[in-house]
């Protein structure tokens, strides 16, 4: 019988990671206006770079979850990631500090998007693994675990563009630094704050605390002795094994230089994207019933990409549209563009407490939807944002402003839709994966997100510049309306076919619900 209330180590998760957020979201908030701005790049090389980084942030999670798994264990990963993370912000400091030497400024500015990359690497996946370590298996409080965790990381979200925007977004474009600089005091105490209560509050269920040594080395013991005894076989199977990986590398490598040339950041997100959840899929230790639970896994992540490729339009191209095209005057006061982006968590935060419920309720009458369902209705909800702002900004004049109001509306709903498809993703990744993967699962759903990310760079490239030409796949990108409408025709298809898929991947799941 588990107790109603949740471990007081789910309330440190949930500080460290809205100080965290914080620091991300900070500089995300200000970052496309300080490309565009002081570091004076044009929209889509702007585009891209917002893409570039924010993908790797999350596609470095797979690489930061197996050193945790296999080498450092959960607390040191935490420590050395918000280390590295406030080195970037203030490089990033250090960059809009020094906006009159432009070639330093901007060589400081990606040493900071490095620091920035691996720290979150280390970061995300271990933290929001311990969530699900605190519960025992089949503990019911786990999916309002991830919600309250999913609340923490909002705070932050609310809060950092509200700060930074505040001293950064002035107009000034050397102001951008006081922003970076307290998203990196924000970091630093993130770092004391963990580590002078984990030993305290970071036990599992059974008293033993929780992170310190390698889930993966205490369960490669024994299996490293298995192998000893059938090494030969063994050694010819991991031979075969690494040749086709490094066959899949190399083809997909090839194709997507096809696709994209030179951009090799894209290259080595949708290559790692297919490579390493074939590695997973891979591991001869796998049942036939994990492997098709880390198949549902991988068929909900994939859907996922269209819902963040969309959403994530937030510090791109809806913060340009903010800046531009949108009338932020309140009683003869302009709110900074930036401001907007604290829209989302504000929605996120009051509905996090109301959605737990909803289900509950839907529950007892037993009509809560499955897990991928709650996926599908966070992607047709998506794409009813769009359609909300297509309506605000069809026949509109060039030069024109529309109301905040159509934004408000945008982010209101969208907000409905991460919160039905988000924590339940987080809460069905942990629900799936066999313990021994529990960090690397972790990153490979953030894979997804990275992927996402990369996507939405160049999605967000498709925004209207005057005197540019842009179109997709033969359609011409001609104004606004054209733009948001490619994601509410692609977000809407998305939700169509997982909807249809939704009794398959309830049979995969195999109870698991």
Not at 311 to 335: C, K, N, P, V
Not at 405 to 429: C, K, N, R
């Amino acid at each position: 019988m588990h107790t109603s209330r949740h471990p007081k180590g789910l309330y440190l998760i949930f500080a460290t990671s809205t100080a965290e957020r914080f620091s991300y979201y900070g500089m995300r908030a200000i970052f496309i206006l300080f490309l565009t701005q002081a570091l004076l790049f044009d929209k889509e090389h702007a585009a891209s770079i917002y893409g570039s980084y924010t993908g790797l942030v999350y596609l470095t999670p797979l690489i930061g979850g197996y050193i945790a798994d296999k080498y450092w264990g959960i607390r040191r990963s935490v420590l050395w990631g918000a280390v590295m993370m406030a080195v970037g912000q203030f490089l990033m400091f250090g960059s809009a500090s020094l906006l009159d030497s432009q070639e330093l400024s901007r060589w400081l500015m990606y040493g900071g998007l490095t620091f920035l990359i691996l720290g979150n690497g280390c970061f995300k996946p271990t933290v929001s693994s311990l969530v699900g370590q605190l519960y025992t298996p089949g503990d019911k409080r786990l999916d309002s675990a991830y919600t309250i965790f999913y609340m923490g990381v909002n705070v932050g979200s609310f809060l950092a563009p509200l700060v930074c925007g505040y001293f950064g977004e002035t107009g000034n474009p050397e102001d951008f630094k006081w922003g970076f600089l307290i998203a990196g005091i924000v970091t630093l105490f993130t770092i004391v704050l963990f580590e002078s209560q984990k030993n305290k509050y970071l036990i599992a269920p059974d008293g033993t605390p929780l992170g310190i040594v390698p889930d993966a080395r205490k369960e490669s013991a024994a299996t490293d002795r298995r192998d000893a005894k059938e090494e030969p076989v063994q050694q010819k199977s991991r031979t075969k094994d690494y040749v086709v990986r490094l066959l899949l590398t190399a083809g997909l490598a090839a194709f997507f230089y096809w696709c994209f040339g030179n951009d090799w950041i894209s290259i080595g997100i949708f290559t790692a994207c297919i490579v390493f959840p074939f590695m997973v899929l891979q591991d001869r230790s796998l049942t036939c019933i994990e492997r098709e639970r880390i198949w549902v896994i991988y068929i909900i992540a994939f859907f996922v990409i269209f819902f963040w490729a969309a959403y994530e339009q937030a510090g791109a191209s809806l913060t340009l549209f903010a800046a531009e095209q949108t009338d932020r005057h309140i009683l003869g006061w302009e709110m900074p563009a930036s401001w907007i982006q604290s829209f989302n968590p504000f929605f996120v935060v009051i509905l996090a407490a109301v959605m737990p419920g909803v289900w509950g309720t839907l529950n007892k009458r037993g009509m809560e939807p499955a897990s991928p369902t709650k996926q599908a209705i966070g992607l047709l909800l998506l794409s009813l944002g769009y359609l909300v702002i297509c309506f605000g900004v069809k026949d509109v004049q060039p030069g024109v402003k529309v109301s905040m109001l159509w934004l408000a509306a945008l982010y209101f709903i969208h907000t409905m839709g991460e919160i039905a498809l988000s924590p339940i993703g987080l809460s069905m990744v942990n629900k799936l994966t066999p313990v021994r993967f529990a960090s690397l699962m972790m990153g490979i759903w953030y894979l997804s997100t990275a992927t996402a990310n990369k996507f939405a760079g160049m999605l967000g490239g498709l925004y209207p510049e005057e005197g540019k030409v842009k179109s997709l796949l033969g359609f011409p990108i001609e104004n606004m309306h054209d733009f948001f409408m490619v994601f509410v025709i692609m977000s809407a298809v998305a939700s169509l076919i997982l909807f249809l898929l939704t009794k398959k991947l309830q049979r995969m799941m195999h109870g698991v619900e």
